[in-house]
């Protein structure tokens, strides 16, 4: 009679295992995939997670024909290139704008005081070490008191303290030779101060920054005796973040 019963229970597991597997739905081709390109992603995704390939290619590809629309307008003489690519706030592309600029300016003195004074006078532009050295070159051809102003300018917006102390040295050299009688010794001392305050804080402690310093502390003491109607006070201005100390006489 056991027997029977065990024989029962057992025909009846297997009679309900037959009829749930015929009951499941079975994976045919047809069944539903995901878009190509897409990845699943957990109920719980990070936020932060990187944006789909496809949308980085066309972001990065925007980026470039922005950059060659710039340039492309650099290259025709348009000024505001530059504003546009200084309000991108990335530097890479104004520097690419401006060294376009810059090279259109070769061989043409006219474009080349144009731009400059675009730098010199633009809230916000900076200029480069090839911009200040090509005005330098032309400023040596026809010197005068705007134009040194705008050397200077654009030889500290360059970020370059050497190409900076060129400026200097050379300003200064031709003031004492007597070709820059309009400006006073004062007035020009003033102006080498004030500029050196437009170089980065990078600029300002390297290396070469430190030189300039040096430069600085003895354009003042050359300045003196001329300056406030023949003062000779070597301490009419502070040093220079405290660094360039004057020597004694």
Request: hydrophobic share 40%.
């Amino acid at each position: 009679m056991s027997a029977i019963l065990i024989i029962s229970v057992l025909l009846a597991f297997a009679a309900s295992y037959a009829i749930l597997r015929t009951r499941r739905s079975q994976s045919t081709p047809e069944a539903e995939q995901l878009p190509p390109g897409v990845t699943p992603r957990g109920l719980f995704g990070d936020p932060g997670e990187a944006e789909p390939s496809d949308g980085k290619a066309a972001r990065e590809n925007h980026e470039k024909l922005r950059a060659a629309e710039l340039r492309g307008r650099a290259a025709g003489g348009d000024l505001g290139a530059l504003r546009e690519a200084s309000e991108s706030d990335d530097p890479a592309l104004y520097r690419y704008v401006l060294d376009g600029l810059v090279g259109r300016c070769a061989g043409d003195a006219g474009q080349l005081r144009a731009l400059s004074a675009y730098v010199a006078r633009g809230d916000g532009l900076r200029s480069s070490p090839e911009l200040a050295e090509m005005l330098l070159g032309e400023w040596r051809r026809n010197p005068a008191p705007d134009s040194t102003a705008d050397l200077l300018r654009v030889s500290a917006l360059s970020d370059d303290a050497g190409t900076f102390g060129r400026a200097v040295t050379e300003v200064l050299q031709l003031w004492e030779d007597g070709g820059l009688e309009e400006v006073g010794a004062e007035t020009l001392r003033s102006l080498f101060e004030a500029e050196y305050w437009l170089l980065s804080s990078e600029a300002r402690v390297s290396g070469a920054g430190f030189i300039l310093k040096q430069k600085l502390a003895d354009a003042r003491r050359r300045l003196a005796p001329r300056a406030r109607g023949g003062q000779t006070n070597t301490d009419a201005a502070p040093p220079l973040d405290g660094a360039a100390q004057e020597e004694s006489t």
